[in-house]
DNA sequence: TAACCTATCTTTTTT
DNA sequence: AGATAGGTTA
């Protein structure tokens, strides 16, 4: 008896084809991961397929993990020799290796989206860019997604559109950018695939590659970009082993270049392939599915999948709409309290939001009365400052030729090492073709004065020794000299600021997360260490048995399975995103997303909603989302946890309790006016009283109260003001 | 060079 | 509102 006896009809005609190309089109929740290890399983163990000519490639680092674990459930030992990886961890082993033929050292680094900005920052000033209309910021998004669309910077140079002022700016910082990473021995992320797909394009170490995997998987193939396609098809080229698991209606990362098309256009790109469909749904009731159903069925983009599932019924959708933010907040936590009387545990609790902004509110909440919570995402914690410092020492220590790190920490702690003494050093190295830490070296050949020869010259040497000891030294004590020798810890402790503390637990964080990964593998190198903590993923530390509500954006929630679900923030212009106001094609993108947020729950599901919101500071009146008009009505039940002062009516009797919609748009007066307000048009507001119209356009009206400015949408605004 | 003040930006979403 | 950058002063 064969182990597939465990699957389902569909999933097992999908895990037991195992020879060409394969299609499998995983609807949420159809248990695709179990498909995909019983495969695997079934390869081995029934097929004789030597794990090591396995490859599986995963979104997250976490999903690999949880697919290698469950893997050696089934197979034992051998599934270590499977290789489960994302396709950045991926990447990065094969250039570690082979990357000496694109012209990096093997010790190179990694820069993220801080280390980016700083570049691009550094290259704009030194080339002088005056363009006032764009970030750094701007730019790096713009030069990434060129790369993860596969543009170089010469094609783009070539680009018609070349007479517009931001295409020169991107134009003329993108080469510069490209070669800082290749003179600092550094990659951003999309150099880890772009390097890795022009390795695959070197014959030798191709045919090698080929060789070794010649059964491949990738999960989530509906988020692929154009560089990661490249990277499977040429991989399997050869033996068309290639199976690729993913859901249309669940691609929600365009912003970074993920091509959709890939995975709509698979059985283009290979005319032979066999397609499976998984279409029962384990994870939800019938409720939540039919609500997510409906949702997604707007979508031009969707082919129209029929995901069923045999819990028949469910609890309603419960909607909350709040005052505001905080009331937002305060409600979803009452019924978190109630929840936990019924024996609910913290642990299967989750609140998802389209912004991480809007976990601030939650986490203030949470923090004052003692809920235990836990924010996947965000500002993280390597993105500190302090941690930020260390991390670039020891980059530094890692790789010298990161000039990059090296001004980062030049002058923390404050060694009187200004911009000007760092351009003179920068020049130097430039004009003698060195690095600037080799430069640094070579004080006698450039204009000091004495104290400052004295001090330079005693970082250099104290970095040269490091270096060396380095290479024989555990991180966690190349992490105390670092806070030693340099003086690191008592800088902090010297800058006298309210937050010396926090900065000071920081540290001790990161050093008991130095040691916590020593214990799990012994002889871990500087290398090693730097490279995980670049590329580990928001979800990655979930532990799912300890008891804490988790609280992230829906995009960290892509794969992931909750009890109950809250999803907070269902306003037009928060969800979906005003940036996609314009453009059908990121709204259905943002409807994808939604879809993926409706999907994440199993047996409870509440939608948020608040009428009056903080945005930048300023209050803003909201409307609930269009998305929620899309759900059917006797799917969703009205939950009110604080009395409303004007609440009197009721719905009539005649229309029944199914019919009822607790969101029928009131009749607004001026519906068919595009305008209904001018600017000087006085109007009163029922708590603010009267106002001045200072802006009106067809979306908002800005009105100016003695409390202050306020924003209204155009399409509910008589719910607030009326004219004077 | 450092400390302090003010003006400006930020919020899509992430490996 | 909060963070940060940039400019001014000591």
Redesign the pocket.
Known sequence: MSILENLNIEQRKAAERVEGPLLILAGAGSGKTRTVTFRIAHMVLEKGISPYKILAVT???KAAREMKERVEGLIGEEAKRVMVS???SFGVRLLRMYGSKLGYDSNFNIY??DDQKRLVKNIMKDIGITDKNT?P??VV?AI?KLKEEGITPEEYAADSRGFLESYRTVSAVYSKYNVALKNNNAMD??DILVNTNKLMDDLEIREKIQERYQYIMVDEYQDTNKIQYEIVNKIAAKYENLCVVGDEDQS??G??GANIQNILDFEKDYPNAFVIKLEQNYRSTENILEAANHVIKNNESSRGKNLWTDKKGGQPISIIEAKDGREEAYFILQEINALKNQGYNYKDLTILY????QSRAFEELFIKFGIAHKIF??MQFYQR?EIKDIIAYMNVINNPKDSLSLMRIL?VP?R??????INKFREYAEANEMSLFEALGHTDDIKLGPALKITITEFYNGMMSLMEEAEYMPVSEIFTEILTTFRYKSYLEGIGDDRVEERLENVEELRNSITEREKNAEDLTLGEYLENIS?V???DDMEESKDYIKL??I??SKGLEFPVVFIAGMEDEVFP?Q??DFDTG?LE?ERR?CYVAITRAEKTLYICHANER?????SQYRSRSRFLEEIPPHLLESKTKIEKPVQKKKPSASKGVENFNPFKKKVVGSADLNLPYSVNDRVTHKKFGLGIVRNANEKTVEVEFTAGKKKFLTAAIDKFIQKA
């Open positions: 979104f997250t680092n994302t396709f950045h993220d989206a970030t910021a701007r998004s990434s992320f999309s929600i990362y912003f970074r389209r912004t991480n902004a995402g965000g400052a002058n404050k009187k090492i200004g911009p000007a003494t590329l993923s928001a979800t992230m954006t995009h960290n995103s940036k996609a990121q993108e997303l903080f945005v930048y500071g300023q």
